[in-house]
């Protein structure tokens, strides 16, 4: 059973930036994808971006490109979410979840681990 612990968030204000990790309790990343997911108050989870270990390719959700970055390091089982210009809209729980899958999907229904989240509350 992989353990994710997700760490960083905190209050920003607007135009900021914060730096999410995500440690694994396993060497995962080498062979699972690895997403992270937001909740913003009141609605349902949502899609922010993902890595695949099969390509390394990335993945973004529309509203958070060129603004977010996901990375890994796998000799740390650590992955990582940098955020800047950081909106008040960006306001949410944020988790990290891994995928056995070979492809990259959008649905949390596929990840078959999560984190506990960290909370990201963005001021105006």
């Known amino acids: 059973q992989v353990h994710l612990e997700e760490s960083g968030g905190g209050l920003v204000q607007a135009g900021g930036s914060l730096r999410l990790s995500c440690a694994a309790s396993?060497?995962?990343?080498?062979?699972?994808?690895i997403a992270w997911f937001r909740q913003p108050p009141g609605r349902e989870r949502e899609f922010v971006s993902a890595?695949?270990?099969?390509?390394?390719?990335?993945y973004y959700a529309d509203s958070v490109t060129g603004r977010f970055t996901i990375s890994t390091d796998n000799a740390r089982n650590t992955a990582y979410l940098q955020m800047n210009s950081l909106k008040p809209e960006d306001t949410a729980v944020y988790y990290c979840a891994e995928d056995e899958s070979v492809y990259i999907s959008r649905d949390p229904n596929s990840y078959e681990y999560w984190g506990q989240g960290t909370q990201v509350t963005v001021s105006s």
């Open positions: 890595r695949s270990f099969l390509t390394n390719g990335t």
């Open positions: 396993e060497h995962t990343l080498t062979y699972n994808n």
